[in-house]
C-alpha cells in the first residue's frame, strides 16, 4: 500500500493544507472558494518572489479569457479569510514604531484586540470584526440571552447579577 505525504505550507500563524485543500488558522477552518484557495496556494507556494496581476490571472485561469475584475474579486476573498488579523499586526507594528507600548494581541474568543494607551494615558483597543458574536451561536438567537466567552462562563453567576434587567 502507498502512503500518501500530507503537505502542508504554514505562515503568519495560517496553514495551507495542499493535501486537503484547506486553510487552518491553529486548529479552525476558514472556509475559503475554490478560485481563492488556488490563489492563495499560488501566492504561498512562491514565496518572496513579485508576482504580477498577469502571472497569477494566467496560473489561475489558464485558457480563459477573464477581466482583472476577476482576480479583484478572487483576491477580496483571500484577504477576508486572512483578514482582520494581518491588518491587526500591521496596525500594532505602527503603533510600537510610534514609540507606543501595544500588548500583545488578546484572544476575546468573539474578536482579538491590542490595547495601548496615547500619551496624554487614553486607552485605545484595535479589535478585529471576527470571528464575531455567532461564534457560539445561531444569528437568529443572538440577544435571546447572555452569551458568555468560555473563559468568562466561571463567572456567570458575579456577571449576571450585576445586571440591570431590560424592561420588556
Same mark, same amino acid.
Request: proline residues 8%.
Given at each position: 500500500?502507498?502512503?500518501?505525504?500530507?503537505? =502542508?505550507?504554514?505562515?503568519?500563524?495560517?496553514?495551507?493544507?495542499? =493535501? &486537503?485543500?484547506?486553510?487552518?488558522? +491553529?486548529?479552525?477552518?476558514? $472556509?475559503? !472558494? /475554490?478560485? /481563492?484557495?488556488?490563489?492563495? $496556494?499560488?501566492?504561498?507556494?512562491? !514565496? +518572496?518572489?513579485?508576482?504580477? $496581476?498577469?502571472?497569477?490571472?494566467?496560473?489561475?485561469? /489558464?485558457?480563459?479569457?477573464?477581466?482583472?475584475?476577476?482576480?479583484? @474579486?478572487?483576491?477580496?476573498?483571500?484577504? &477576508?479569510?486572512?483578514?482582520?488579523?494581518? @491588518? @491587526? $499586526? +500591521?496596525?500594532?507594528?505602527?503603533v510600537a514604531e510610534a514609540g507606543l507600548q501595544p500588548t500583545p494581541?488578546?484572544?476575546?474568543?468573539?474578536?482579538?484586540?491590542v490595547y495601548f494607551r496615547e500619551p496624554g494615558g487614553n486607552l485605545?483597543?484595535?479589535? =478585529?470584526?471576527? !470571528?464575531?458574536?455567532?461564534?457560539?451561536?445561531?444569528?437568529?438567537?443572538?440577544?435571546?440571552?447572555?452569551?458568555? /466567552?468560555?473563559?468568562?462562563? !466561571?463567572?456567570?453567576?458575579?456577571?449576571?447579577? +450585576?445586571?440591570?434587567?431590560?424592561?420588556?
Open positions: 500500500m502507498q502512503k500518501i505525504s500530507h503537505r =502542508t505550507r504554514s505562515f503568519d500563524g495560517f496553514t495551507l493544507d495542499l =493535501t &486537503r485543500g484547506s486553510l487552518l488558522r +491553529g486548529n479552525q477552518e476558514i $472556509k475559503l !472558494p /475554490p478560485k /481563492p484557495y488556488d490563489a492563495l $496556494k499560488y501566492l504561498v507556494e512562491n !514565496p +518572496g518572489r513579485l508576482i504580477s $496581476k498577469r502571472e497569477l490571472i494566467e496560473a489561475l485561469w /489558464p485558457d480563459t479569457a477573464v477581466t482583472d475584475d476577476s482576480l479583484v @474579486q478572487c483576491l477580496r476573498e483571500v484577504r &477576508r479569510a486572512l483578514g482582520d488579523e494581518a @491588518q @491587526q $499586526k +500591521g496596525w500594532r507594528e505602527r494581541v488578546i484572544d476575546r474568543f468573539y474578536f482579538k484586540s485605545f483597543e484595535l479589535a =478585529t470584526d471576527g !470571528p464575531g458574536f455567532t461564534a457560539d451561536e445561531p444569528a437568529a438567537e443572538l440577544g435571546h440571552h447572555l452569551a458568555l /466567552p468560555p473563559f468568562l462562563e !466561571p463567572r456567570r453567576q458575579e456577571i449576571e447579577a +450585576g445586571l440591570t434587567p431590560l424592561p420588556t
